[in-house]
């Protein structure tokens, strides 16, 4: 895929926000307030979809995440709903009887209630007629998250018009064995679970001709310190690196310095590392808002005073954010 100029790899990427803590670093890219005061708890695709015109699907966002939770990105979005698997989006109870109890809800849900019962209901019948079978080239590996990317790609081939999609994979937390060889199991052994579904998921919508209309991005909360520590792994850091994927990218490798932010690796010296006592972490020189942000203003025609002002409220934030295009996007 990256030969093919399908992958690029957007390094010392992430948040400008220093935090360290999973759940405040999350917390911050989901909500889309790095560097700011916590005052609002909508996520920022939420915001995407509050903005945008609906193509007309029941089932706008979807959250194939490990918990069957809507996450922190999608907090508070219209026709958006978790699962992890389109099978198990059903009405339970006996089937003889389900069609009544259906006009039955429907009949008696009022208030502030009744439209999202009656989307549940819709994209229940949705899904129900979508088709989870890959193509025999997509050699999804069956683990969890292979599972619920072939749900995902099951999802765009049927032409329900999503929107936006979550799936998450977890297990990043490297502290102690980080073993990074082949072999050896650890993270070695999560990578390989990631590229291998990636690129079925690839396939998948390549041989359906949906590969053009998608892009997938990937991102944790944060990087990993440059030291290792004293069990083998590394801890908390700063800048990682963000993965963008679609037939519509320019592939290739993305990285900016600190001087002007001009082109080019910023490096691993210790005077371009981000201190904190004896531990050193790569410093951020590509805002994960600046990636996103050029896939919603090139692939879904947001401009740029409603990505600015609406999706990420930069206002009053300090240091002042300043939005770039990094070229990703044909």
């Known amino acids: 895929a990256y030969n093919e100029g399908d992958v690029a790899f957007v390094m010392a990427a992430g948040s400008p926000d220093k935090n360290r803590s999973h759940f405040q670093a999350e917390a911050r890219i989901e909500y889309g307030t ?14 995407y979809l509050a903005v945008a015109p609906t193509l007309g699907s029941p089932l706008r966002g979807a959250a194939l995440s490990f918990n069957r939770l809507i996450p922190k990105c999608l907090a508070f979005a219209e026709k958006t709903q978790a699962f992890v698997a389109t099978d198990e989006m059903v009405f339970p109870g006996n089937t003889q009887t389900i069609d009544p109890l259906l006009r039955r809800y429907e009949a008696q849900t009022e208030g502030s209630l009744k439209a999202g019962v009656l989307n549940t209901f819709d994209v229940i019948d949705l899904l129900a007629q979508v088709d989870t079978t890959p193509h025999p080239l997509a050699k999804y590996n069956g683990s969890e998250f292979g599972e619920r990317m072939r749900n995902m790609a099951a999802l765009i081939k049927a032409g ?11 297990g990043w937390d490297n502290h102690a064995n980080q073993r990074p060889h082949k072999g050896d199991g650890g993270m070695y052994d999560r990578l390989k679970d990631l590229a291998q579904n990636l690129a079925a998921f690839r396939i998948d919508l390549q041989q359906a001709g949906k590969w053009d209309d998608v892009v997938v991005v990937e991102q944790g909360e944060f990087g990993r310190q440059n030291n290792e520590n ?3 792994g590394s801890d908390h850091g700063n800048a990682g690196i963000m993965t963008v994927m679609g037939g519509s990218v320019n592939g290739g490798l993305r990285s900016k310095r600190f001087d002007g932010l001009t082109d080019g690796w910023p490096g691993l010296e210790p005077t371009e590392l981000q201190n904190q006592g004896q531990a050193d972490a790569m410093r951020v020189t590509i805002d994960y808002r600046w990636v996103i942000g050029e896939i919603f203003m090139k692939c879904m025609g947001v401009d740029a005073a409603t990505l600015n002002n609406m999706i990420f409220n930069t ?8 939005y770039q295009d990094l070229g990703l996007i044909s």
């Open 34 to 47: 790095p560097n700011q005061p916590q005052l609002t708890f909508d996520g920022f695709l939420a915001r």
């Open 315 to 322: 206002q009053g934030e300090m240091p002042p954010y300043m």
């Open 160 to 170: 329900i018009n999503i929107e936006l999609a979550y799936v998450d994979r977890t």
């Open 230 to 232: 004293g069990n083998f």
